[in-house]
């Protein structure tokens, strides 16, 4: 087994006060609460307001962290963002991050990922740690979904939530730390799960607003069956690069996507889903955030514990997938 460059050090999340139930949805679309618990699992999800940005998500999640490593913003080296749904295009989130935390003294960047996104950051953080380029890099995954979804299409609106999540990611100081990471994409698929307009190829017109191209569009059907088939080649890869087997692995926090993927997961990677954490019935797909949040109530809930071996994967828009394996 490979000995650790970085390690995870600190928890954080932020949910947005406000819960937003199925019901609440069947009185504005065409569904039901029957039609979203039985295809997604999903109950409820958190709905920010104007004032609850991404960043202000991020730094929420980002303070606790500080606090429970003991430093200040300025101690900062690095901070690394995921998220898909970024307050502006430019400049950074990262960089609106730095900014409202006044960590002058970071290098921030985003990275794009979507639901993968924590996990790409993560390992994005590893090697700026193993390349000795900085000691201290915040990580934080935050989404604000319900600004860019279609709150007309039943078909992606009951999806999604808001919320953050971040960690630090510092050298080992021990055993304990990043066992494997494993990145992987194909940009082929990409029109399965996007939005056209808005960038630079498409740029904010009359008819972008008119035909809904502002917005996430998804052929549901057929990311489930790439998420299942990605999740299940992520768990293999991460366990095979860390040397462990299923059996090593103590909790698996998957993407928070829907239940179904979450199950047939599970069953692909051999772990019991007494050993898996879930929360997409509370929270929905928070994409990059998701992994990150569940991360954060699994520390504060005592389910993961020092000395105990989690393996994270996730699939997201791109396609992406990622997987790691950490030392706790
Ligand atoms: N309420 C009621 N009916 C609905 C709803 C809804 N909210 N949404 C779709 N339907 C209807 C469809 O219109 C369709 O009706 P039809 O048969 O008359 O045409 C029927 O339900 C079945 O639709 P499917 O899309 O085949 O339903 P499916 O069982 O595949 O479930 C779902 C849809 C939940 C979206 C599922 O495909 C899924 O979870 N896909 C993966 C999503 C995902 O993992 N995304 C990850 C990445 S997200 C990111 O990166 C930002």
């Known amino acids: ?175 304990r730390g990043i066992l494997s990471s494993y990145l992987k994409s194909d940009g082929t698929l990409a029109e399965l799960l996007y939005r056209r307009g808005g960038g630079a190829s498409h740029p904010p017109s009359e008819e972008l607003l008119k035909d809904h191209s502002y917005y996430i569009k998804m052929a549901g059907r057929e990311v489930f069956k790439a998420a299942v088939l990605s999740m299940a080649d992520a768990c293999d890869q991460a366990l095979r690069r860390a040397g462990l087997t299923a059996d090593d692995i103590d909790l698996l926090i998957p993407h928070q996507a829907n239940i179904r993927i979450i199950e047939a997961t599970a069953k692909h990677a051999g772990v019991p889903m007494e050993k898996v954490y879930v929360n997409v019935d509370r929270f929905g797909n928070t994409s990059a955030a998701s992994i990150a949040i569940a991360l954060d109530e699994a520390v504060k809930t005592g389910r993961l514990t020092a000395g105990m071996t989690v393996m994270f994967c996730a699939f997201g828009a791109g396609f992406t997938w990622a997987s790691m394996v950490v030392r706790w």
């Open 1 to 175: 087994m490979k000995r650790p460059f970085a390690e995870l050090s600190g928890t954080g999340s932020y949910a947005p006060p406000r819960v937003m139930t199925n019901d609440e949805f069947s009185k504005i679309l065409d569904t039901s609460d029957q039609w979203i618990r039985e295809r997604t699992g999903i109950r409820e999800r958190r709905i920010s307001t104007k004032e609850e940005t991404n960043a202000c998500m991020g730094k929420a999640a980002a303070l606790q962290v500080l606090e429970q490593n003991g430093l200040t913003p300025l101690d900062l080296d690095a901070i690394v963002y995921a998220t898909a749904s970024p307050d502006r295009l430019l400049p950074s989130q990262a960089c609106d991050l730095q900014a409202i935390l006044g960590a002058k003294n970071a290098a921030a960047l985003d990275v794009g990922a979507a639901c993968s996104g924590f996990v790409y950051a993560l390992s994005v953080a590893e090697g700026i740690v193993a390349a000795q380029q900085a000691e201290r890099v915040l990580v934080v995954a935050a989404e604000k979904l319900t600004s860019i979804m279609d709150w007309s299409d039943r078909t992606t609106a009951v999806l999604f939530g808001d919320g953050a999540g971040a960690t630090l990611v510092r050298p080992c100081t021990g055993t």
